[in-house]
T-cell receptor
């Protein structure tokens, strides 16, 4: 158990819909990351927050947005869903950035299936 | 820009045989390097990391990796494979000196262990 909690674990929704994925980081971790894992794209970095502020952005679509709340939990909002958005979405957290040698701890992911 | 290349999307070994998973990196400065393992239907778990201390890094479950700057490599090895090692393995890189970094992952190598 990494200490990173993600909900829901599985989600099936229709095209055009909107979903929200939730993440609670490890106790004491200020950084939260979102990654998308799919068969064709592999593990793709989406976005990072540090103590409520956006710090780095990766290959995140405009239809997707995220935020980190004062209690440090984070949400990833996916809207106007398309079949290609079906993937495993990971949340991860760390005390500090991996660029300082810190370990990023991953949750077990949220499986999103768009039908 | 930082990047990682994992040579071989699938590696198959016999139980008791040497495991060698290859990873080459590209980074403008000496990087921090990580190996993660993903078991079926689970999140990513850190195996080991290189943060510029010793070039030979020992991790969990008997795995180790050696940082070779001249070869820009960080290959993962285990002397004797066990059936429980069957999983997907990811090499990742982060660039020191950035205030807020991300991990860039390779495409992953699926390890199969035969009895």
């Amino acid at each position: 158990d990494s200490g990173v909690t993600q909900t829901p674990k599985h989600l099936i929704t229709a095209t055009g819909q909107r979903v929200t994925l939730r993440c609670s980081p490890r106790s004491g971790d200020l950084s939260v990351y979102w990654y998308q894992q799919s068969l064709d794209q592999g593990l793709q970095f989406l976005i990072q927050y540090y103590n409520g502020e956006e710090r780095a952005k990766g290959n995140i679509l405009e239809r997707f947005s995220a935020q980190q709340f004062p209690d440090l939990h984070s949400e990833l909002n996916l809207s106007s869903l398309e079949l290609g958005d079906s993937a495993l979405y990971f949340c991860a957290s760390s005390v500090g950035p991996p660029a300082s040698g810190n370990t990023i701890y991953f949750g077990e992911g949220s499986w999103l299936t768009v039908v | 820009a930082q990047s990682v290349t994992q040579l071989g999307s699938h590696v198959s070994v016999s139980e008791g045989a040497l495991v060698l998973l290859r990873c080459n990196y590209s980074s403008s400065v000496p990087p921090y390097l990580f190996w993660y393992v993903q078991y079926p239907n689970q999140g990513l778990q850190l195996l080991l990391k290189y943060t510029s201390a010793a070039t030979l890094v020992k991790g969990i479950n008997g795995f180790e990796a050696e940082f070779k700057k001249s070869e820009t490599s960080f290959h993962l090895t285990k002397p004797s494979a066990h059936m429980s090692d069957a999983a997907e393995y990811f090499c990742a890189v982060s660039t020191p000196g950035t205030s807020y970094g991300k991990l860039t992952f390779g495409q992953g190598t699926i390890l199969t262990v035969h009895p």
